[in-house]
C-alpha cells in the first residue's frame, strides 16, 4: 500500500527560483535559503520518496476568474512552467502520477468535497519555485507529483478547518492506494507577507514561528481562526498559510519535526519545515472498507451495456480529440472544419484514427474512442446534421425506426439561428 513518508512545509515565493536560476546559492543574502531548502532536498532524497503530493495556489497565471474554483486536483501525466509574464523558466516538465491522482480524486469525491480537476495547464512558480529546490535536477529524480491548486486569491475561499479536513481524508485516499508509493505532503505558500496596498511589505515573524508552533503540536487551534484573523496577523497574502492545514491534516498526531528555518529576506519570511511521520501504517480492514467507500457510487456500471461513463481516463485519454471538437465552438475553426479538415487535422496533430473517426462520421466509435456526446452534438451542429440522426447512428438504426421509438419524431440540434431554421424545414 502507499505510505505517507512526512510532510513538507516550503514557501513558494519566486525569488526562490529566482535565487536558483541566478545561481545564488554562495551569496550570504542568499545562502540561508538555500540551506533551508538543501534540508528538505536531503531528505527527499533518504526517503526514497517516489511521489510528492503539493500543495499550491496559482497566482491567477494558469486559473483566471472566468472559472475560479477551491480545490483543483491535477489528473495529468505531466506537468510544465508557466509563462509568467516573461516566458517560462528553463525548467523541464515534471512527471504526474495518473493513477494515483484519479485514486485521490475518487476518495475525496467519494468524502463528499466536491473537488475540480484539471490537465493541459503549465503551472506557475507556487509550485515549480519550491519543486525546483526540494529535487535533484534531472534527470536523477525519477518521481512524480501530483499538484492541488487551492483557491486562496477571490474571496470567498475554504476556511483554514476546511483545508484541515480535506487533509484528512487525503489520508486516507493515499493510505488505500494499492501500490507500494512512499507519499510526501508538500504544503507551500507563506508565510508572512502581504505585497499589495497601503500595507504592502507587512511581515510578522513572532506570529509565523506561533503558527509554526501550533502547526507542529495544536493544529485543532489553527482551525479555530477565521481568514480575517490569518489576513490580520501574516498579512492579505500571508494567510494563503491556511494550505499547510491540508498537510498537517494527512499526518497522524505522532510526528516528529525533524528540520524548521525561517528567513526573511525581503518580502515574505521564508521557511522549510519536516515532519515525519511515526505512525504504523493503517488497519488492513480499515483500508478494505474505506475502498469500497470511494468505489460505492459506480461499482458495477461496467456490467450496463452500451453505456460509457466519462470518466477521469477517458477524458485524459481522449483530452486531444475532444479539444479539437470542442474548439467548434469558435467561428473561425468551424470554418477551417469545413473547409480544410485534414489541414486542421494535421495543425491539432490528430492521429490516424482520430481523423479516420470524424472522416466517417462514426458517432458510435467516436463514444467508443472516449469523445463525450457534447462534442458529438456540435460536430453534428456544424455539419448541418441533426441530434436524431447521431442517436439513430449509434443505436445501429436509420433515422425513420429510431423517430418511430420517440414519442414525437422531432428533428432538433444545437446549431445557432440559421442552421436550425434550415433543420426545422427538412
Ligand atoms: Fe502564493
Redesign the pocket.
Known sequence: MAQIIGGIGAS??PTIAFAKDTHKANDPAWQPIFEGFQEVKTWVAAQQIDVLFMI??D?ITSFFFDHYSAFALGVDDQYSPADEGGGARDYPAIKGHLELSRHIANALVADEFDMSFFQNKPLD??LFSPLSMIIADEPSWQGSVIPLQVG??QAPIPSAKRCYKLGKSLRKAIESYPENLRVAIVA???LSHQVHGERCGFNNTTWDDEFLELLEHAPEQLTQLRLADYIERGGM?GA?VIMWLIMRGALSDTIQRTHRTTYLPSMTNIATVIFQELAAPADTAEVAAYQMHINHELAGLDQLQGTYPFTLERSHTAYRLNNFLHRLTIPAHRACFLAKPETLFAEFELSVEERELIRERNWIGLIRYGVIFFMLEKMAAVLGLSNPQIYASMRGEDLATFLKTRNVPLQYSVAGKAQAQQLDQT
Open positions: 513558494h515565493s499550491f495556489n497566482h512558480h507556487g486562496v486569491l507551500t505558500g507563506g497574502e494563503e
